[in-house]
Structure formats: structure tokens, C-alpha cells
């Protein structure tokens, strides 16, 4: 039985637990497989290197080696987001805690205003205009904002849910992790058993009457 039609028996506090929210929800669609957090972390650093590529090229002036240049940052920050997802799910597994959706209006705009920090720091002159003490901290800053969000979500919502959607793939109850989930064999009725125990209980309550001649009394 897949796991989705699992998912669809568990009470709804329990089944809202593990669905969570749009974003896990549209990653639950696919196969376990091809959504673990560590893949999940290298895709959203391909997605922040992607959005760094003009103002990084912007602020390299498009010499020969920014494109050289932005892929080794690029690979920098997938990997470190593929690592930072493995080990919240190695964290995960020992700690066992339920996921946490978290506040889509806090968490989903951070990556944006981080973005366009870098972006008017490589691009404008305000980065020149600001103190050479304060440049490096708000360079920092742009750059936090725009990777911290990825690590967080999987860390805090997507390795603990997927933790407890691969249990229950496995047949296993997810939250307690001691009795298995009932199989569909397990949870339907065989018809042909119970026609057999109703015609036995039939012939135990009324036993059948034996013929008896006329000649005999």
C-alpha cells in the first residue's frame, strides 16, 4: 500500500502534521527518493547562485574570469546547503521532534531583501558611500539573508517531515515508531471466512432435524 493512501487513514491533526504547507506539500508530491533534505539544499543554492549571477557579473565588470569566478561561489553555497540538509536529518533522527511550519510572510521574503541588499551594494554607489567599517558587515548581512532561509526550512520543517513520511512509507507508524501501520490485507474482511464462521454458528444455534418414519415413534 503507498504511503499516500496511509497517510489518507491517519487522524487529521496527525495528517496535517505531515503534509505541512504548500512548499512541503509540493515536495511531498514526488518521490522520497528525489526530495531529500540534502538535495533539497542543493537546489535551493543552485536557485541563490542562479539569482547572483548578473549582480555578481555586474560587480566583477564581465571580465574573463566572472563566470569562472560566480560557478566556484555558486558550487560553495549548494554544498554547503547539501551538508547543512544532511545533518539536520542526522540531527532529526536522534532528536525525534515533530516539524515546525514555519510563518511563510517571516521566512519567504528574507531570501528577496537579501538579494536586493547585494544587488544595491554591487551595482550602485551606495556600497561606496558607506564607511569602510560597515561595507564588510552589511555585504554579510545581504549575504545571510539570502542563504539562511533554505537551511532553516529544511532544518526545522522539511528533515523532521520527511523523516516521518519515510516511516511511514516503510509501513511504520511515524509518531511512535513502535506498532506497524495495518496493511489493507489486515484492515479488510475475506467474505469467504466470515460466510464459513456464520454457516457454523448457524448449524451450532439450530441443528438440523432428523427424518423420522411414520412406523416409528
Known amino acids: 500500500m503507498d504511503w499516500r493512501e496511509r497517510l489518507a487513514k491517519l487522524p487529521v491533526e496527525q495528517r496535517n502534521l505531515l503534509q ?6 509540493r515536495f511531498a508530491r514526488h518521490s522520497l527518493g ?5 538535495i533539497i539544499g542543493g537546489f535551493y543554492g543552485l536557485l541563490i547562485s542562479l539569482a547572483m549571477l ?5 560587480a566583477e565588470a564581465w571580465d574573463e574570469n566572472w563566470l569562472r569566478d560566480w560557478a566556484f561561489w555558486g558550487l560553495q553555497i549548494m ?3 547539501a551538508v547543512l540538509g544532511h545533518l539536520s536529518l542526522f540531527v532529526r533522527n536522534i532528536m ?24 544595491v551594494l554591487q551595482i550602485t554607489e551606495l556600497g561606496e558611500q558607506l564607511p ?18 533554505g537551511p532553516i526550512y529544511v532544518h526545522l520543517s522539511w528533515a523532521p517531515r520527511w523523516r516521518l513520511l519515510c516511516r ?3 509501513g511504520l507508524d511515524p509518531f511512535e515508531g513502535k506498532a ?7 484492515s479488510e474482511p475475506i467474505n469467504g471466512d466470515e460466510d464459513m464462521e456464520s454457516a457454523i454458528e448457524n448449524l451450532d444455534e439450530d441443528p438440523p432435524l432428523l427424518h423420522h418414519d411414520d412406523s416409528e415413534e
Not at 505541512?20 to 506539500?25: A, Y
Not at 569602510?132 to 532561509?149: E, G, I, R, T, W
Request: neutral net charge.
Open 79 to 81: 554544498l554547503i546547503s
Open 180 to 186: 506497524p501501520m495495518p496493511s489493507s490485507a489486515e
Open 96 to 119: 525525534r521532534t515533530p516539524p515546525i511550519s514555519l510563518p511563510r510572510s517571516l521566512l519567504y521574503p528574507l531570501p528577496f531583501i537579501g538579494l536586493i541588499m547585494y544587488t
Open 168 to 170: 511511514l512509507e516503510d
Open 34 to 38: 528525489f526530495t531529500h533534505p540534502a
Open 20 to 25: 505541512g504547507g504548500s512548499l512541503s506539500q
Open 132 to 149: 569602510a567599517s560597515l561595507l564588510p558587515y552589511m555585504q554579510k548581512l545581504a549575504f545571510l539573508l539570502l542563504v539562511a532561509p
Open 54 to 58: 548578473l549582480p555578481f557579473g555586474y
